[in-house]
C-alpha cells in the first residue's frame, strides 16, 4: 500500500471537524435527520424536517415569545410488533430539537404542521401587511 498523504490529512481534518460542528452521531456525523430545509414564497415559509416512520404523537411544535420550538422523539419498540419480537435493534432512538426564532411579519395564530411521505412539514404564515403589494402606476 502506497502513503498517500493528501489522504490522511482529509481524514484527519474530517475527524477533527466533527468534533467541533455540528451534533455528533455514532460515527462522528450529523444525521440526516438533523437536517432541515428552509423555503419561502409569497405567503408563507415552510420548514421541511426527515422524518421517517415518525408518528404524530412524537412530535412537539410549540410556539411561545417569538420563539418556535420543534422535536422529534422516535423511540424503537423493544416489545413484539404484530407477533414479531425485536431480535437486532441498528436503528437508533433520537431525540431532536430546533428552536427557531420568528420574525414579526410571521401569523404565528395560524402555524401549522403535517406529516406528508416521511417529511414533517412546518408551515408559517406571512401576514397580510408583510406580504409585497403591486401598486397601480396611474398615467395621466
Known sequence: MVFNPVYEFESMRKILDSLFEGTPSQYGQETDYNLVNLFENDNHYMLQF??????????????????????????????????????????QDYEFNRTYRLSDNADVEKISAKIVDGLLLVQIPKREESKPKKIEVKVN
Request: proline residues 5%; charged residues 35%; glycine residues 10%.
Open 50 to 91: 426527515i422524518a421517517p416512520g415518525i408518528k404524530q404523537e412524537e412530535v412537539n411544535v410549540h410556539y411561545e415569545n417569538g420563539i418556535l420550538k420543534v422535536g422529534i422523539q422516535r423511540k424503537t419498540p423493544e416489545t413484539a410488533i404484530d407477533g414479531y419480537k425485536l431480535l437486532r435493534k441498528e436503528r
